[in-house]
């Protein structure tokens, strides 16, 4: 199973920014989608962001958008989620997924295959 790693959560304040990281093991990252989601106890999974495996088209969840960017480095076989003016609302599990050439950008998480095991991000004071 192609293998996803994420790192960058920690504990924040209000209005304070983090760097999420997803480093997949795949020969060719641009042929694949990845989507960032992320869930809180007791709440569904929402997906966050997505960037396709063609031209790079991105999609935001509303509930985001203006705050957070995703971008991808090939090179480096890593999806970043840019996370700024955090909220406590935005305190949750964050995770990726990925999904080989997926032609578009989902935020739903039945169409990604692949996962990784998430990382912590909590916003209060």
């Known amino acids: 199973q192609l293998q996803l790693v994420e790192s960058g959560g920690d504990s924040v304040q209000p209005g304070g920014s983090l760097r999420l990281s997803c480093t997949v093991a795949t020969f060719s990252l641009e042929s694949n989608a990845v989507g960032w989601f992320r869930q809180a106890p007791g709440k569904e999974r929402e997906g966050v962001s997505c960037i396709g495996s063609k031209d790079g088209k991105t999609n935001y969840a509303d509930s985001v958008k203006g705050r957070f960017t995703i971008s991808r480095d090939n090179a480096k076989n890593t999806v970043y989620l840019q996370m700024n003016r955090l909220e406590p609302e935005d305190t949750a599990l964050y995770y990726c997924?990925?999904?080989?050439?997926?032609?578009?950008?989902?935020?739903?998480?039945?169409?990604?295959?692949?996962w990784g095991q998430g990382t912590q991000v909590t916003v209060s004071s």
């Open positions: 997924a990925a999904e080989f050439r997926y032609f578009g950008c989902s935020l739903k998480g039945n169409v990604y295959d692949h």
